[in-house]
């Protein structure tokens, strides 16, 4: 359910999703045999409905376009140093929240909206902004849910320790009801890696 019914434009919405789901569909890494940031992108607006379906228009959309053509920004464009990575993060952000941008301008969006938007994307404001909360929120869920077992799978050479202080770098960046619905049951948890989830966040 969407907001303010009154302004709500559902042809307009659609487009958008459409515009960036068009996007992500040139990526040309597969997932399952699918471009892997479209199915990505996917899984971020089911995660929404599951866990925020009265999320605002700018969050759904917001959570859509959360990784939109990232493979645009490889990290070996940067120095493989920590403040090469902080600084490529910095940059996907902001060419990720533009490319919303520009997309949902396309559709017709109005300024207002395209920049909530952007600063749901760019990652501004956590923890003070509910919409980017909440994009980082259906982030943290997608990946625990997703991605989580196969990331532990890609580094053998992470000991215990290591495992732990991902896992609660994650944990804390959610919100408090998106920690709760994690453990409700209501999304797979990575079987192999619940002892580790449940040390981590139980110290």
């Known amino acids: 359910m969407i907001e303010n019914q009154e302004s709500f434009n559902q042809a307009r919405f659609n487009q958008?999703?459409?515009?960036?789901d068009a996007a992500n569909s040139e990526d040309p890494n597969l997932d399952e045999g699918q471009?892997?940031?479209?199915l990505y992108s996917?899984?971020?607006?089911d995660m929404i409905a599951r866990?925020?379906?009265d999320a605002s228009e700018a969050a759904q959309l917001a959570v859509r376009a959360q990784h939109i053509q990232r493979w645009k920004v490889?990290?070996?464009?940067?120095?493989?140093?920590?403040?090469?990575y902080h600084?490529?993060?910095?940059g996907l952000y902001t060419f990720q929240a533009d490319a919303a941008g520009e997309l949902m301008r396309q559709a017709g969006y109005d300024d207002a909206m395209i920049e909530r938007v952007k600063k749901a994307v760019s990652k501004r404001g956590i923890k003070s902004n509910p919409e980017t909360q909440l994009l980082e929120d259906i982030a943290d869920l997608v990946f625990i849910e997703y991605y989580m077992l196969g990331f532990a799978s890609s580094k053998p050479d992470y000991d215990e320790e290591k495992w732990l202080e991902i896992i609660r770098k994650t944990w804390n960046k959610m919100s408090k009801s998106a920690q709760a619905y994690a453990l409700s049951g209501k999304i797979k948890l990575p079987e192999p890696l619940v002892?580790?989830?449940?040390?981590?966040?139980?110290?």
Do not use: H
Request: charged share 20%.
């Open 195 to 203: 002892p580790l989830i449940t040390k981590a966040i139980s110290q």
């Open 87 to 90: 600084a490529w993060r910095t």
């Open 16 to 20: 958008t999703l459409a515009l960036f």
């Open 35 to 38: 471009p892997k940031e479209l």
């Open 51 to 53: 866990f925020a379906p």
């Open 42 to 45: 996917q899984r971020m607006s």
């Open 74 to 84: 490889p990290r070996n464009t940067y120095p493989m140093t920590r403040e090469g």
